[in-house]
């Protein structure tokens, strides 16, 4: 292949995927950011902004100093924006544990099955994604209220005497969550699974191990960049959600998606909204930013 040839195609290899990124994420990352440092003001739109696309760099550096940071100072003095956020992280965590003890044998079992069935079993697994993820959570509410089908079932086999009231709780929430995002969970495990080799675990059994040391001291340690992997893509977005605690979880249910779209949609406070989202990216980067330098001393070693 001509030298030539070559230095275009890579060329085109990266320039494609990071304007991709460029225009998709850090675009709108700027203009959110730009809406973080304005003043908050009752027009349309809903601020003022510091500087404008016709200033020009110059004229950006020059109006330096009329940036507001009375947004990202609100977030301090704000209780509820504190609460939002340690609540939104308490419900994410709580919910990717239950998903990992629930996706991590669901994983285990399709990657230990008959590889005539593993198509159809990764495809049932990933079912809840052929349907719209709204009608889902909608159906969890017939399925969680005081006289839905959770509590009917229960009654009816005299488990319970009177209705649960896990409809408009957090428990909903966890619940919503977990079943909504458990697909990210399950393949990212099932990946790594699959790809571990059963002779070391026949090399366990010949030293002796049984099957419980064998999972703890081989399968288990193997898999955990996909036990990690799948935790992190679901805690990362789950942070974030919005439609599951608008739909399932009370009036006492705090999250941060709530009480960013409260301020951009009810409160008309973009510049508040803004600096919220802005905060909830940077607490996310250092995970991200964890897993992946993990990942590459995994690599490297």
């Keep these: 292949m001509p030298r030539g040839g070559l230095t275009r195609g890579r060329l085109s290899a990266l320039v494609i995927p990071y304007g991709w990124l460029a225009l998709f994420f850090l675009a709108p990352l700027a203009l ?25 760099l110059a004229g950006w550096f020059e109006k330096a100093r009329a940036f507001s940071v009375a947004a990202y100072r ?19 965590g709580v919910s990717t544990l ?5 996706a991590y044998p669901l994983a285990l079992a399709i990657a230990r099955s008959d590889p005539r069935r593993r198509s159809l079993l990764i495809a049932l697994a990933v079912a809840p994604f052929w349907t719209s993820f709204l009608i889902r959570v909608y159906a969890w509410i017939a399925i969680l209220k005081d006289e839905g089908f959770l509590n009917h079932a ?30 990210f969970v399950v393949l990212p495990i099932y990946n790594s699974l699959e790809k571990q080799d059963a002779a070391l675990r026949e090399a366990a059994a010949d030293l ?24 992190l893509l679901m805690f990362i977005p ?51 930013i964890w897993f992946e330098r993990r990942q590459t001393k995994g690599q490297g070693a």
């Excluded at 977030?75 to 340690?86: A, F, I, K």
């Excluded at 239950?98 to 629930?102: G, K, S, T």
């Design 208 to 231: 002796g191990a049984g099957p419980l040391a064998t999972f703890w001291k081989v399968t288990l340690p193997l898999s955990l960049p996909g036990v990690i992997a799948g935790a």
């Design 74 to 92: 609100g977030l301090g003095e704000d209780p509820l924006y504190l609460e939002s956020y340690l609540s939104s992280l308490a419900i994410a």
């Design 154 to 183: 229960l009654m009816a086999i005299g488990l319970i005497d009177a209705p649960l009231t896990i409809y408009a709780t957090n428990v909903a929430v966890v619940i919503g969550i977990v079943y909504s995002y458990l697909p």
């Design 238 to 288: 789950a942070v974030g959600e919005f439609v599951i605690p608008d739909l399932l979880g009370g009036s006492d249910t705090i999250m941060i998606g709530r009480t960013m779209w409260n301020d951009f949609f009810e409160n008309r406070d973009w510049p508040a909204a803004s600096a919220g989202a802005i905060v909830l990216l940077i607490l996310l980067v250092g995970p991200i």
């Design 32 to 56: 959110v950011l730009k809406i973080s440092l304005s003043k908050s003001i009752i027009a349309q739109p809903p601020y003022e902004p510091a500087f404008g696309a016709s200033d020009g």
């Design 98 to 102: 239950f998903a990992l003890l629930i």
